[in-house]
């Protein structure tokens, strides 16, 4: 069954229900349908040499965004979802590598747009012979950063769409009581996964937010909504803990799901003590899709796999193994990295993540990652026990630790700090020797007054390395 057969089937089960409330509108499931329909008409067009058009889908959260997705796909045609937040150049990058035919989106309007669907803007693209053709089952396109230098584009059946949401829906127990506020972006696993088709499956209502998600501004979005399921980046949950939120702002809130990067133990705990709301640990990859899931397991663990889902770790070190998956919901290749994909998967479908860590009871602890070690004179540093580490100083707000190289052009261990008034690097240094050994202590410090972060939280790692480019301090 197709996707677009997948959503006919929810609409014909719920059509009553109220289906999608954004920014923009809200409507039922029967209404969303024939929304969806209208819009394939317009986006039905002459073929693409392979026989299916490649639309890029480059939006904030809105209901037109979801009408333009499921036009999209009731078109017969291949969306690509593209964040909204990537520069100019980058999304130009995207279009030439990915050999788009249209894109969708709610920028300014350049001179060669044209008026497309409701709240969006078409440009159509003028291409010569594809450099890459789209895998025959391939029913959806997604983007992650990789070790390429660019985008990497990834190629999702629609099999494998159907099995993250399903498996997502019934591991976590949705059912069409729910209404799920959403302030990632839709583009993004964490949104894509947990909030879309997940959503339509069981009847259920999506919320969507876009714009600055402030805290004050999305607890009034919860009370709007009464939402019962939040998802969001943990930058969100740092915020609500800092500003002191109450059990009355989520009171209609049953669990908050929060993944994309690190979730702190202290603001997991201190957000539930304020709110009385667990957060459920959410473990997925881009690759692979969602793999984990628990509101009850201890603050360093990310609970049991997911319906569908095999997790091995591997090694001589039971404590400390690398991290392999398997999953109903995997990716079947990189469009624009033929072979790379395929390269980390093994012969029994195992793929290689690249993260560390234990089972232990059932459920997955990470430990670190095993591709980013630093090799400083032939030993290893691994940046998350270093991170911990600087993290742990008092006066320390947030610590980055990266690789740079040194004025010999050896690799360094380095670190990104921003600190209290009154403390500075050296003592920093100082502490950190207490608990690690004298090579793994950053030898390389920037302080800045913010992390520069990525939409989803996490740090632009370009950004921080470019900070030592003067040499060391």
Request: hydrophobic share 40%.
């Amino acid at each position: 069954m197709s996707l677009a057969a997948d959503f006919e089937r929810c609409a014909d089960l719920y059509a009553d229900n109220v289906a999608l409330c954004g920014p923009d509108s809200s409507v039922d499931y029967h209404e969303l349908r024939e929304n969806s329909l209208r819009a394939a008409e317009w986006l039905s067009g002459t073929r693409s040499a392979d026989d299916r058009r490649r639309i890029g889908l480059a939006a904030r959260n809105s209901s037109a965004w979801v009408t333009a997705y499921l036009g999209i796909l009731h078109a017969g045609a291949v969306p690509f979802l593209i964040d909204a937040s990537v520069g100019d150049s980058e999304l130009d990058r995207i279009l030439d590598d990915c050999s788009l035919d249209l894109l969708l989106h709610d920028r300014d309007a350049a001179h060669d747009s044209i008026h497309a669907l409701p709240g969006l803007t078409a440009i159509h693209r003028h291409l010569g012979e594809r450099r890459h053709l789209l895998h025959p089952d391939t029913e959806v396109c997604r983007f992650t950063s990789g070790t390429t230098g660019k985008p990497n584009c990834l190629e999702f059946s629609g099999r494998a769409v159907h099995a993250a949401a399903e498996n997502w829906a019934t591991g976590t127990g949705m059912t069409a009581d729910d209404r799920i506020l959403c302030c990632a972006g839709l583009s993004n696993g964490l949104a894509f996964n947990t909030s879309l088709l997940s959503t339509f499956l069981v009847g259920a209502q999506l919320h969507l937010s876009h714009g600055l998600p402030t805290s004050g501004r999305i607890r009034r979005l919860v009370a709007g909504a009464q939402a019962t399921r939040l998802v969001a980046f943990p930058a969100l949950y740092d915020s609500f803990v800092r500003t002191g939120s109450s059990r009355a702002d989520f009171a209609s809130v049953r669990v908050a799901i929060s993944s994309g990067a690190p979730l702190r133990a202290d603001t997991k705990r201190q957000f539930t003590e304020l709110t009385g709301v667990p957060i459920g640990n959410y473990y997925g990859v881009a690759e692979v899709g969602p793999l984990t899931y628990s509101t009850t397991s201890a603050a360093e663990s990310l609970g049991c796999p997911l319906p569908g889902v095999n997790i091995e770790t591997r090694g001589s070190d039971a404590q400390d193994g690398a991290v392999h998956v398997r999953s109903a919901s995997m990716a079947t290749r990189y469009l624009n990295a033929p072979g790379l994909l395929e390269s980390r998967i093994d012969g029994n479908g195992h793929y290689a993540t690249g993260d560390r860590g234990r089972m232990v009871e059932g459920q997955l602890v990470l430990t670190g990652r095993s591709n980013r070690m630093i090799n400083v004179g032939g030993r290893k540093v691994d940046p998350v026990e270093v991170g911990n580490a600087v993290s742990s100083v008092p006066g320390v707000e947030h610590a980055v630790v990266l690789e740079v190289p040194d004025q010999h052009g050896e690799p360094a261990v380095a670190a990104v700090l921003v600190l209290r008034e009154g403390l500075g690097a050296d003592e920093v240094r100082l502490r950190a020797r207490e608990s690690l050994a004298a090579h793994k202590v950053p030898t390389l410090i920037r302080v800045v007054d913010a992390i520069p972060t990525t939409v989803i939280g996490k740090p632009v790692l370009h950004e921080l390395r470019s900070l030592f480019d003067a040499g060391p301090s």
